[in-house]
């Protein structure tokens, strides 16, 4: 049963956009989310986290948002550039305990940006 | 420089045989991770291990094999009782989560691996 839920398999923004990229989990022990963004026939790079005890946290064009009450992160990349195009995987960690530090991902949204 | 490497590459095997493949990070991470990737699927996580001499199952673990003897090295075996194993491998590790507020996970370059 997937734990970490990412509804959007794909998204399509224009050049200089907003993208929103949503990510729903049903655990709720998790207490740090991260994205990773993927190429294809490449491993996955860290983008951005977040805790649990914030609402929002912003790396230069990236911005997570979390809703706890929703169960809900989004990601926003201001502006978007065709290099953004990728897959992103949101993932959730539900600390110490019974899952043992590991990620649970999402199954992941494919990002195009188009000129 | 530091890092996880993964090889090779691309893999090809015939139905029925074992292959290996071979995961090393030079991290100094304690806690090794190995994922499959299929399209729509997302990663689902097959065996990990937080210590040497230590590893448990993921969510996807029968038809697979792994071995720990080394902090440094993580090889996952594909057995011929893994059903569908044609996809794209990753192999990933993490610092010790005593060290860190979280559980940042770094993640190799992938082995695709074919089933002819």
């Known amino acids: 049963d997937q734990q970490v839920k990412q509804n959007s398999p794909s998204l399509s923004v224009q050049e200089g956009r907003i993208s929103i990229l949503n990510c729903d989990y049903t655990?709720?022990?998790?207490?740090?989310f991260l994205w990773y963004k993927k190429y294809p026939a490449e491993g996955p790079t860290f983008l951005i986290s977040?805790?649990?005890?914030?609402d929002k946290n912003e790396d230069g064009r990236f911005t997570v948002f979390l809703n706890k009450s929703a169960k809900h992160l989004s990601l926003h990349i201001v502006p978007s550039q065709p290099g953004d195009s990728a897959v992103y995987f949101c993932?959730?960690?539900?600390?110490?305990?019974?899952?043992?530090?590991?990620?649970?991902f999402g199954r992941g949204t494919q990002l195009t940006v188009w000129p | 420089d530091g890092g996880i490497t993964q090889s090779p590459k691309y893999l090809f095997r015939k139905e029925g045989q074992n292959v290996t493949l071979s995961c090393e990070q030079n991290l100094n991470h304690d806690a090794m991770y190995w994922y499959r990737q299929d399209p729509g699927q997302g990663l689902r996580l097959i065996y990990y291990s937080q210590i040497v001499n230590d590893f448990q199952k993921g969510d996807i673990a029968e038809g697979y094999s792994v071995s720990r003897e080394k902090k440094e090295s993580f090889p996952l075996t594909v057995t011929s009782a893994q059903k569908n194993p044609t996809a794209f491998y990753l192999c990933?590790?993490?610092?010790?989560?005593?060290?860190?507020?979280?559980?940042?996970?770094?993640f190799g370059p992938g082995t695709r691996l074919t089933v002819l």
């Open positions: 990933a590790s993490s610092p010790p989560l005593a060290g860190s507020a979280y559980n940042e996970q770094f």
């Open positions: 655990n709720s022990m998790f207490d740090y």
């Open positions: 993932a959730a960690e539900g600390g110490r305990g019974s899952t043992l530090g590991r990620l649970y």
């Open positions: 977040i805790s649990s005890i914030k």
